[in-house]
């Protein structure tokens, strides 16, 4: 079967021309790719997936009009050094970038006609997948539940922990979400991935304030 053309890609909403986005003959069809850090937010019957292994990713979508995307981020290491630091009341770094992760992602869904109250959420990631790691995907898996139960969203679904990488394809315009556990010779490129990451987020922390709707 020959590939669709290339002039067929959906139109990327302002701001995310940068994702990298094609065919995907797997998913038969086009599809965003996510790396760390990113997150996509789509109007049409297209996909996005990605790879984690410590890192959290959140589906999210409206699900009566379809709009929605996915993230994929990790916490920073708290600013004293607390593994619950995130947990204070003060906004410490690793709050603070969660909040950005989360709240950008449902920021756009929401201007773009998405429904506060129409929202459903599924959660996936947050393997312990090195077992001389401290378990940082816990801590993430934490985060993404407490600040979702904070602001009242609901999670219909999740598939976190344990030691398996994962690779998450989420399509928003029907909510329908593809798991694959990968298996543990991929977990030495997943972990030098993120921690190159983590150094990178640690090195340039979030600034600015972010509003929900």
Same mark, same amino acid.
């Given at each position: 079967?020959?590939?669709?053309?290339?002039?067929?890609?959906?139109?990327?909403?302002?701001?995310?021309?940068?994702?990298?986005?094609?065919?995907?003959?797997?998913?038969?069809?086009?599809?965003?790719?996510?790396?760390?850090?990113?997150?996509? =937010?789509?109007? $049409?019957?297209?996909?996005?997936?990605?790879?984690?292994?410590?890192?959290?990713?959140?589906? !999210?979508?409206?699900?009566?009009?379809?709009?929605?995307?996915?993230? $994929?981020?990790?916490?920073?290491?708290?600013?004293?050094?607390?593994? /619950?630091?995130?947990?204070?009341?003060?906004?410490?770094?690793?709050?603070?970038?969660?909040?950005?992760?989360? &709240? $950008?992602? !449902?920021?756009? !869904?929401?201007?773009?006609?998405?429904?506060?109250?129409?929202?459903?959420?599924?959660?996936?990631?947050?393997?312990?997948?090195?077992?001389?790691?401290? /378990?940082?995907?816990?801590?993430?898996?934490?985060?993404?539940?407490?600040?979702?139960?904070?602001?009242?969203?609901? =999670?219909?679904?999740?598939?976190?922990?344990? !030691?398996?990488?994962?690779?998450?394809?989420?399509?928003?315009?029907?909510?329908?979400?593809? =798991?694959?556990?990968?298996?543990?010779? $991929?977990?030495?490129?997943?972990?030098?991935?993120?921690?190159?990451?983590?150094?990178?987020? &640690? /090195?340039?922390?979030?600034?600015?304030?972010?509003?929900?709707?």
């Amino acid at each position: 079967m020959a590939l669709p053309p290339e002039s067929r890609l959906p139109l990327a909403l302002p701001g995310f021309e940068h994702v990298r986005r094609g065919w995907h003959n797997a998913f038969d069809a086009y599809a965003a790719r996510l790396l760390p850090g990113e997150y996509y =937010v789509t109007p $049409h019957n297209e996909g996005v997936y990605t790879t984690l292994g410590s890192c959290i990713s959140a589906c !999210i979508r409206d699900r009566v009009t379809g709009i929605g995307g996915m993230n $994929h981020f990790m916490l920073p290491a708290s600013a004293s050094g607390d593994k /619950d630091g995130w947990k204070s009341t003060s906004l410490s770094s690793a709050t603070r970038y969660g909040n950005f992760a989360m &709240e $950008h992602l !449902i920021n756009v !869904i929401l201007k773009n006609g998405g429904q506060r109250q129409n929202l459903e959420v599924k959660l996936f990631g947050g393997g312990r997948i090195m077992k001389n790691m401290t /378990d940082i995907g816990m801590r993430n898996i934490s985060f993404a539940r407490d600040y979702l139960q904070t602001e009242g969203l609901r =999670v219909t679904s999740e598939d976190v922990g344990d !030691i398996f990488p994962r690779m998450v394809v989420f399509f928003p315009a029907t909510g329908k979400v593809r =798991v694959k556990r990968l298996r543990s010779l $991929h977990n030495n490129t997943i972990a030098a991935q993120e921690t190159q990451y983590l150094g990178s987020i &640690e /090195d340039k922390p979030v600034s600015g304030d972010v509003e929900l709707f």
